[in-house]
């Protein structure tokens, strides 16, 4: 088994590549159990990076977590985000310490404005930084946040991350966002890296598959980690999809595939508007 590779964020924390998502989840009575039990699975093999949001289920989602955590909160790095509308000052606050009530925790070690919306960043970055003063949350940084809304960021502001959309399929932020958060040492956290399956079907991602004896969802992740500034954060309801996202840290990719994809999936030649889900 490969050992997890990590990536250093701003504030000192090595966090692992894979970590989980929590998108739709929390939404079944029915799933509930082993979506609490592949939560934890991904816990036990390392996955500690948990990503959610007040808005997942309308805070569906972060009670799942908080539920799926509970006697575990330490083996978790926590992500939640603050809805645009709730973005102010006083907002900020108020959302923050509603998802620390679902999640059951005092802390949330990462908080991100969840895309930009008419208040402007530096309320939002001011509301972010009293709630790392007052010790609510660890960090804070920032979701869909293209080039352009980077800049307008105060001078001071640093965010701990840009959580954006990228895959196979959606490969606009390699021409002119990833460079940009690389000179401002700002590492990725990749949501939706396989599409949410949507592009498991393509007939090239399964030839590469089939060659190398794995899943095409195994290829797909594989190929958003072979870069060494990227956090991806894949939705498993299920302990085996866990174990299966899991393993695909083992696999390496060659130079044939990694040309094989880039022959069916191109890499943008211009700018392209941030894709969204």
Request: net charge negative.
């Amino acid at each position: 088994m490969t050992a997890m590779r990590t990536v250093r964020f701003p504030s000192g924390a090595e966090l692992p590549v894979l970590g989980q998502g929590t998108w739709r989840m929390g939404d079944d009575p029915a799933r509930r159990p082993g979506e609490i039990a592949a939560l934890r699975r991904g816990l036990d093999l390392g996955l500690t990076v948990i990503d959610t949001a007040e808005m997942y289920g309308n805070g569906a989602a972060e009670e799942l977590v908080g539920e799926a955590i509970r006697g575990r909160r330490d083996d978790a790095y926590l992500v939640s985000k603050v809805l645009p509308y709730n973005a102010d000052r006083r907002g900020t606050a108020e959302a923050c310490h509603a998802s620390l009530r679902r999640l059951g925790t005092d802390r949330i070690d990462l908080y991100l404005l969840h895309w930009r919306g008419s208040v402007p960043l530096h309320e939002t970055v001011a509301a972010m930084e009293a709630l790392v003063s007052e010790g609510s949350i660890g960090a804070w940084g920032v979701s869909n946040l293209d080039v352009d809304d980077l800049a307008d960021l105060p001078a001071h502001a640093r965010p701990e991350t840009d959580q954006v959309l990228y895959n196979l399929t959606r490969r606009g932020p390699e021409f002119d966002l990833f460079p940009r958060c690389r000179e401002l040492a700002v590492p990725i956290m990749a949501y939706s890296p396989v599409e949410q399956g949507r592009l498991l079907g393509h007939k090239t991602l399964k030839a590469v598959a089939a060659a190398r004896g794995v899943s095409p969802a195994q290829v797909a992740l594989a190929w958003v980690l072979r870069r060494d500034d990227i956090v991806a954060i894949p939705k498993a309801s299920t302990v085996a999809h866990v174990e299966e996202n899991h393993a695909a840290l083992d696999l390496h990719l060659t130079d044939d595939d990694l040309r094989a994809l880039d022959r069916a999936f191109p890499a943008p030649v211009r700018k392209r508007s941030l894709d969204v889900l």
